[in-house]
């Protein structure tokens, strides 16, 4: 395998440091059938562990696999337009209990058309969901990658996902679901007693970066194979530390150093790219919320953070949010591994960006 591929890794054999994760997803779902959400920060590898798991299952079982990025997709239509799209590949393949499916793009249309020749026009997004997966073989795997970016019509997916498991039941698709710990997952992952999904949550699985030897670890394999890189174990300790132990941009340093770079330039490079996807990701973050006025309160919140403002109190006085507010939105940071919790006495705690280029992103971030 070329060291540091720029796309994900596709076989398990592969895949780097991530033994026991694939030890856990085999336990839940070969063996158990449950749906698994793999939860961590942007870079950190979620995308090429669930997909060389997938084909690592495909391999294992002889059951089909369908991948689809949901990433940029905002409501359930365009949910059901990409995910019909995806599974068409099926049809080709004679694996789907479908000889046709038809999917519009600039308005909603669906034909489907069944193994007898009978053609079906679904009305709206949700039957055509609910067809789709009647179609599906038995022991599909299923994996959604960046889900959590769904803002409007989540209930329409949660309710499809209630049909399938009250509907299909031991027919049901596994279903492995990829994203950051908000939006979406929060109803997905923490459902309440009213909820679609109370007590059929898709088990939890953080996917947390390296420690430093790891990452060094890892730089130092690949620098070897590509040969004719003059490097030192300082180096690679630092890139590690500087880079929070993330392989998306472990591998990012590591493709400039094999082209040429000195230790700085791959560095800051590296650098950053993970500040620009860090951006990325507390922008889409902020937009969760539908109001403006909300928005740039969270946003005046990040900025106060890139400054080093640590305690909810100060930080709901520079923002304009109710200390209740600030707290929450904290804690949901917290639970997206971006920012750590420190007690500093039995009633009070502050909030700390957990590496350093999430809180440069903080500081730049604009209304």
């Known amino acids: 395998m070329e060291p540091f591929p720029e796309t994900p890794i596709i076989r398990v054999d592969e895949l780097y440091g991530r033994e026991k994760e694939v030890s856990r997803l085999r336990q839940l779902v070969i063996e158990k059938r449950r749906w698994v959400a793999l939860i961590g920060p942007r870079a950190v590898g979620k995308t090429s562990l669930a997909r060389a798991f997938a084909s690592y299952y495909s391999s294992e079982t002889g059951k089909p696999v369908v991948y689809s990025n949901f990433a940029g997709i905002h409501n359930f239509t365009e949910f059901v337009e990409r995910f019909g799209l995806d599974v068409a590949n099926l049809v080709h393949e004679d694996k789907l209990r479908l000889k046709r499916i038809s999917m519009g793009v600039k308005f909603f249309e669906a034909v489907l058309e069944k193994e007898d020749g009978v053609s079906i026009a679904p009305k709206n997004p949700g039957a055509v969901f609910d067809e789709v997966m009647k179609a599906l073989p038995e022991g599909a795997l299923l994996v959604w990658d960046e889900v959590q970016d769904i803002?409007?019509?989540?209930?329409?997916?949660?309710?499809?996902?209630?049909?399938?498991?009250?509907?299909?039941?031991?027919?049901?698709?596994?279903?492995?679901?990829?994203?950051?710990?908000?939006?979406?997952?929060?109803?997905?992952?923490?459902?309440?007693?009213?909820?679609?999904?109370?007590?059929?949550?898709?088990?939890?699985?953080?996917?947390?970066?390296?420690?430093?030897?790891?990452?060094?670890?890892?730089?130092?394999?690949?620098?070897?194979?590509?040969?004719?890189?003059?490097?030192?174990?300082?180096?690679?300790?630092?890139?590690?530390?500087?880079?929070?132990?993330?392989?998306?941009?472990?591998?990012?340093?590591?493709?400039?150093?094999?082209?040429?770079?000195?230790?700085?330039?791959?560095?800051?490079?590296?650098?950053?790219?993970?500040?620009?996807?860090?951006?990325?990701?507390?922008?889409?973050?902020?937009?969760?919320?539908?109001?403006?006025?909300?928005?740039?309160?969270?946003?005046?919140?990040?900025?106060?953070?890139?400054e080093g403002v640590s305690r909810p109190s100060s930080l709901a006085r520079l923002s304009g949010l109710t200390e209740v507010s600030v707290v929450n939105t904290l804690e949901t940071l917290l639970d997206m591994g971006i920012v750590e919790k420190q007690s500093k006495s039995k009633v009070v705690s502050i909030y700390l960006f957990k590496y350093k280029f999430y809180q440069e992103a903080a500081l730049r971030i604009k209304s």
């Open 151 to 306: 803002r409007t019509e989540r209930n329409k997916l949660l309710a499809a996902l209630w049909r399938l498991h009250n509907v299909l039941a031991d027919r049901r698709p596994t279903i492995i679901f990829t994203g950051s710990a908000m939006g979406l997952f929060k109803k997905l992952l923490s459902p309440e007693y009213d909820d679609y999904l109370y007590g059929r949550a898709p088990v939890r699985v953080d996917i947390e970066p390296w420690d430093v030897q790891t990452g060094v670890e890892f730089l130092k394999s690949g620098l070897l194979a590509a040969g004719n890189v003059d490097f030192s174990l300082e180096e690679l300790q630092e890139a590690s530390a500087e880079l929070g132990g993330f392989p998306g941009y472990l591998s990012s340093y590591g493709r400039g150093r094999i082209d040429g770079l000195t230790h700085r330039r791959a560095l800051r490079s590296a650098r950053e790219e993970a500040v620009k996807r860090a951006m990325s990701e507390l922008r889409s973050f902020v937009n969760l919320r539908p109001q403006r006025k909300y928005q740039r309160k969270v946003i005046a919140l990040l900025n106060a953070m890139g």
